[in-house]
């Protein structure tokens, strides 16, 4: 009985091997060193559903559901690999090779039935699953650059969305050299976006919920008749939410033609009782639906959650026979009685209506893996913490040493201003400071107080605009406070032009917005190959020294398509002079007058575009630098 | 209310601008006014200085003032003076100065009592005190400035019944009408470096506080400063003549908040935004900052243990030696253990667990 395909995995708590048979026809699972008695054999023609934690959880578990064709219900087997080298690497093999089983069998055998819908009760646990399942597998994708990297669907789903950044695409695409392949091409250019691809995937795998339908459809009145438009889905939503309205659906379909029912359930008192609305004298009857009115309908989900194990301490029903009487005492919120419907309405059907919605989502907080009943976080959960001891702290321990006990002593740069400062003599500074603050030298009057308006230095009637270099320049003299007023409404100046002077025209700097959008778009595929050009060379990996070399033949064209748009905007600027001139000339024909040309006025050109592009061609100037510094120290000539 | 104390007929002033606390960090580092005694002589500062604040008490008859000297070791208050540990006052001192008819009271009482402070400050600055340090205590006079405002405005919407209650959270919405605080700097020395950690904290309450720091640099050129007023939304000048020093107060930084609202503020776009690293306090243009403390460093520490909180740091990719030539052999090995794909976040140095 020796298995082909095994992994050592515990089952029950105990160590042993897990394995398929030889025959193909079942899996085994034999404990360690024990008889065989104890062994766990299970046929794979039986295996309804088999689960697996997440690749990214640090335990390895695979849950078998078997179901043999007498048994009422299906078992679970729980496997757990702990091997100490690769659990899962064999987990994974086991698995390989029991869906591969599995599926041959059910393509034989199409009576078996689907492990969705093996019988009604796990119907939901397995929907359940296999929407964590889904999402687990989406998570891991979220969370690996490379998946993220390699999903060409996602990448052009996103650029869709961004057309800016489809430009950049298709931009360095069209001149990335030809030594770099389509797919290498590719890569680089994600490798530096994996963190947008991550948000996108994010983004567009989250799906809305469900929602209170009833709400949503809103029948109006044209024509003294009730339109609505109703989707087949809402129809699908109301049967979910309301098993009451399947029911009275049922019963009264092939007798009421079907939009007829709708309309006139939407008028009817049992539609407002459902969306909690309240029901006054005026409504109008519909015998059809008014015998509902009373039923106490909605006990589907409801009876659904109460199959559901709750644990008692969150269960709210179990504590209710704890309260004080009905008289008095310890009186639930009236909210919460049983018996006060008609009273708040609104409040209880909403949140029966949320309970339902709840009711349907597949919970995302439960792991595929866990045992079913009770669970270790419950079993936690309902454990009376307190009388425990202390808990281990589970935090990470910062050790923050006060930092001046290692720096103190390091006073290794000097400034300029603490080198001036350390040429002068301590008791002459003092001495000057002392004398400059006495109040003999204070300019001080008679009464003792300070004479401010000798001492501030403003001679009112000075002129010394006139004869500046007569006087040596003093504190507040004509001159000095010209100059400050010179500078602050210098400041003024360059904070309004950049507060109100920015608009879109004075931005383009006289380049047409043809060439300037040409210009963008350049600017941004030689931030993109400058980009990659970084990575590349810091990441210190030899074998990716070939691409470098192509990366900066890239830099090099890259400082090409700069001169080339200099060169077009320059061409632009100057079919603009000659038509200027043109201009002036038939004016001088005409008039006989001769404008003066101003060709300084006219912006644009090269030189603006150059002066925009500066800090890129610096960039771009100091890797192919540091390119060549590094070959240099390689021992390679750099002709 | 009961409006027994007469404060009627201030009811229409309620609609105009609220009085301002002006808080005036005088730097008085003596190394520093040596440099600059040939152009402006500390004297002709303060008594710049001195009309400057005459100029802000004039503007509205509620505004106060406030003047802290950062001097080399300590930080003191010149005015308001603290009280005086014993009782008796020296009478002799005061009683001249104020008795000038040729002067509004108010105002002699603060120029007297910001000269006698500083002329005691100066006399008991000792040789010692001076050889031994060159900065100034710039951080705890920025402290105790923000304390002051703090202690202000509670006291402010204390007494003004009329007013409705402050809120709580200084982080609400500007309030108008109650007292309206800013701290001016006059720096004069640089290499503040040493301080950043405290600027930076100051700096930051005043921003919650909603407390625009204001400077004015005489001379030296500090980083962190300017980062201060830009973060509070101060004005900052760099004087190009520090002889035009009252053009400079009246123009640029007479107007309270109120004001500024309407107006232009000339201060300097350009903002140096380095850090200084927490080991050398050297100023860097790059750093490494530990993603569990955000320490600054200038260079990776050593072992890549965070010299903080001494955390286990990856460092990822960096400081591979850059790779030009490809290597000869087919041996593929690949350094530091890289996976060879580096995102975006590939410099970034990741805690170890």
């Known amino acids: 009985m020796a298995s082909i395909t095994k992994g050592s995995a515990a089952y029950k708590k105990k160590d042993g091997t897990l394995g398929i048979t030889q025959n193909e026809k079942s899996l085994q699972w034999l404990p360690l060193g024990a008889s065989a008695d104890k062994a766990v054999t299970i046929a794979i023609a039986d295996i309804t559903n088999l689960q697996q934690t997440p690749e990214t959880a640090p335990k390895v578990m695979l849950k078998i559901f078997e179901k043999s064709p007498d048994a009422p219900e299906a078992v679970t087997h729980l496997f757990h690999f702990n091997s100490p080298s690769n659990p899962r690497g064999e987990a994974n093999a086991v698995k390989d090779v029991l869906t591969n089983l599995i599926s041959a069998l059910k393509a034989k055998d199409a009576s078996v039935p689907t492990a969705n819908g093996s019988a009604p ?369 210098e400041g003024v100046k360059s904070r309004r032009t950049e507060i109100i002077g920015s608009d879109a025209q004075s931005s383009l700097s006289g380049l047409s917005q043809k060439i300037f959008d040409r210009l963008t778009l350049t600017h941004a595929t030689t931030t993109e190959f400058l980009h990659h050009f970084w990575l590349v060379f810091l990441s210190g990996d030899p074998d990716r020294a070939g691409e470098l070399a192509k990366m900066v033949e890239t830099l090099e064209r890259a400082m090409d398509r700069i001169n080339s748009v200099a060169n077009d905007a320059d061409a632009e600027r100057d079919e603009i002079i000659r038509r200027h001139k043109q201009q002036i000339r038939d004016h001088f024909e005409r008039t006989g007058k001769k404008l003066p040309l101003n060709s300084s006025a006219i912006g644009g050109g090269g030189k603006v575009v150059r002066e925009m592009m500066e800090p890129t061609i610096k960039t771009l100037h100091k890797a192919t630098k540091e390119y060549k510094k590094a070959l240099t120290a390689e021992g390679i000539d750099t002709s | 209310m009961d409006r027994v104390d007469g404060t009627d007929h201030y009811e229409g002033d309620k609609q105009g601008p609220g009085p301002s606390l002006l808080v005036i960090v005088l730097d008085t580092n003596p190394h ?137 959270t200084l982080e609400g919405p500007e309030n108008t009408t109650g007292l309206q605080s800013r701290i001016l700097v006059i720096s004069v020395s640089g290499d503040l470096a040493h301080q950043y950690i405290p600027i930076m904290n100051t700096t930051f309450a005043a921003q919650r506080m909603r407390v625009p720091i204001d400077i004015l640099k005489l001379a030296g050129d500090t980083v962190f400063l300017q980062q201060a007023s830009d973060t509070t939304k101060g004005i900052y000048m760099q004087l190009r003549n520090p002889q035009g020093l009252l053009q400079y107060l009246m123009m640029a930084f007479l107007p309270d908040q109120t004001s500024r609202k309407n107006l232009v503020a000339p201060t300097q776009e350009v903002v140096d935004f380095r850090a200084a690293c927490f080991c050398h306090r050297k100023v860097v243009d790059v750093g490494f900052v530990c993603s569990i403390c955000l320490s600054i460093f200038c260079s990776p520490s050593e072992g890549a243990i965070c010299l903080t909180c001494s955390t286990h740091l990856a460092l990822g990719d960096y400081g591979s030696k850059p790779a030009v030539v490809p290597r000869k052999k087919k041996k593929k090995r690949k350094l530091n253990g890289g996976v060879g794909t580096p995102s975006s976040r590939g410099g970034t140095p990741m805690p170890n667990e």
């Open chain 1, 121 to 489: 009760a796990s119907a939901a646990m397995a929907m359940a699953s296999a929407v964590t399942s889904k999402q687990g597998l989406v998570a891991a994708k979220w969370f690996d650059d490379n998946a993220l990297k390699v999903d060409i669907e996602l990448q052009q789903s996103l650029m869709k969305k961004d057309p800016s950044l489809h430009g950049t695409y298709m931009e360095a695409l069209r001149t990335k050299p030809d030594t770099i392949s389509n797919s290498q091409f590719n890569s680089q250019f994600w490798s530096t976006r994996t963190n947008i691809l991550r948000a996108f995937a994010v983004e567009t795998s989250q799906k809305k919920g469900s929602y209170n339908v009833l709400s949503a459809v809103k029948p109006r009145q044209v024509d003294g008749e009730l339109k609505m438009n109703i989707s087949a889905e809402q129809i699908q939503l109301i049967f979910n939410q309301h098993p009451l309205i399947k029911r009275v659906y049922d019963e009264n379909v092939p007798k009421l033609h079907e939009n007829e029912f709708w309309s006139r359930f939407f008028l009817s008192r049992l539609f407002k009782k459902l969306k909690g609305e309240r029901i006054v004298e005026t409504d109008g009857t519909d015998p059809t639906f008014d015998r509902y009115l009373d039923a106490t309908a909605d006990i589907g989900p409801i009876q659904r959650l109460l199959g559901l194990h709750i644990p008692n301490v969150i269960d709210l029903e179990g504590n209710q026979e704890n309260q004080g009487g009905s008289k008095g005492g310890n009186r639930a919120d009236f909210t919460m009685r049983q018996n006060s419907v008609a009273k708040v309405p609104i409040v209880r059907i909403l949140n029966s209506l949320s309970e339902k919605i709840m009711a349907n989502v597949a919970p995302s907080d439960v792991d595929p893996a866990d045992p079913i009943g009770m669970d270790e976080e419950t079993f936690n959960a309902l454990a009376l913490r307190d009388l425990q001891g202390d808990s281990e702290e589970n935090r990470i321990m910062l050790n923050i040493k006060q930092q001046s006990q290692f720096f103190a002593n390091e006073k290794s740069e000097v400034s300029a201003e603490a080198a001036l400062y350390a040429k002068q003599v301590p008791a002459e500074v003092l001495s000057n400071m002392r004398f400059d603050v006495n109040p003999q030298h204070m300019n001080h009057r008679v009464g003792g107080g300070l004479d401010l308006s000798s001492a501030i230095g403003v001679i009112e009637d000075s002129d010394s605009d006139e004869e500046p270099e007569k006087k040596v320049p003093h504190v507040g003299s004509k001159s000095s406070l010209n100059d400050a007023k010179d500078q602050i409404l």
């Open chain 2, 32 to 168: 520093a006014w040596a440099l600059l005694n040939p152009t402006l002589p500390l004297s002709k500062a303060i008594s710049n200085l001195l009309v400057f604040i005459n100029a802000h008490l004039a503007s509205h008859n509620a505004n106060q003032v406030a003047v802290v000297a950062s001097h080399c070791h300590r930080s003191v208050w010149l005015y308001p003076r603290p009280e005086p540990p014993s009782e008796d006052v020296e009478m002799k001192d005061n009683a001249p100065a104020l008795n000038d008819a040729n002067k509004y009271r108010p105002f002699a009482l603060i120029e007297d009592s910001l000269l006698t402070s500083l002329r005691e400050l100066i006399s008991t600055t000792t040789e010692n005190d001076i050889s031994t340090t060159n900065t100034t205590q710039m951080a705890g006079s920025l402290t105790l400035a923000l304390t002051y405002i703090n202690k202000a405005t509670l006291l402010f919407s204390d007494s003004n019944v009329t007013s409705e209650p402050m809120s709580t």
